[in-house]
């Protein structure tokens, strides 16, 4: 079993940035991909960035520009720095880590972008 839990939302201004960290259990992390998604009211949830065992990431065209995902091994740490941010990313994010065939989620994280 495999826990998640995410730190680092809030409100924020059109603009600005904030800074996601996903902190996961157990002593295997360097085996698991990685990824957040988000989820805004109403919507289905999707795909925001994902980062592999390697270290290679992925993002959608939308997010490519604006959002980097970092992994820390030796700290068991998944980050999303997110910048330029707009209201439309509005959402809950969740971290979520495959292995073994298996995917867990976190609780999730609000973020807010409003003035």
């Known amino acids: 079993q495999v826990q998640l839990v995410e730190s680092g939302g809030g409100l924020v201004q059109p603009g600005g940035s904030l800074r996601l960290s996903c902190a996961a259990s157990g002593t295997m992390f360097r085996l698991y991909g990685m990824a957040w998604y988000r989820q805004a009211p109403g919507k289905e949830r999707e795909l925001v960035a994902s980062?592999?065992?390697?270290?290679?990431?992925n993002y959608p065209d939308s997010m490519k520009e604006r959002f980097t995902i970092s992994r820390d091994n030796a700290k068991n740490t998944v980050n999303l720095q997110m910048n330029s941010l707009k209201p439309e990313d509005t959402a809950v994010y969740y971290c979520?880590?495959?292995?073994?065939?298996?995917?867990?989620w976190g609780q999730g994280t609000q973020v807010t972008v409003s003035s």
């Open positions: 980062i592999t065992t390697g270290s290679s990431t």
């Open positions: 979520n880590a495959r292995w073994l065939g298996v995917e867990y």
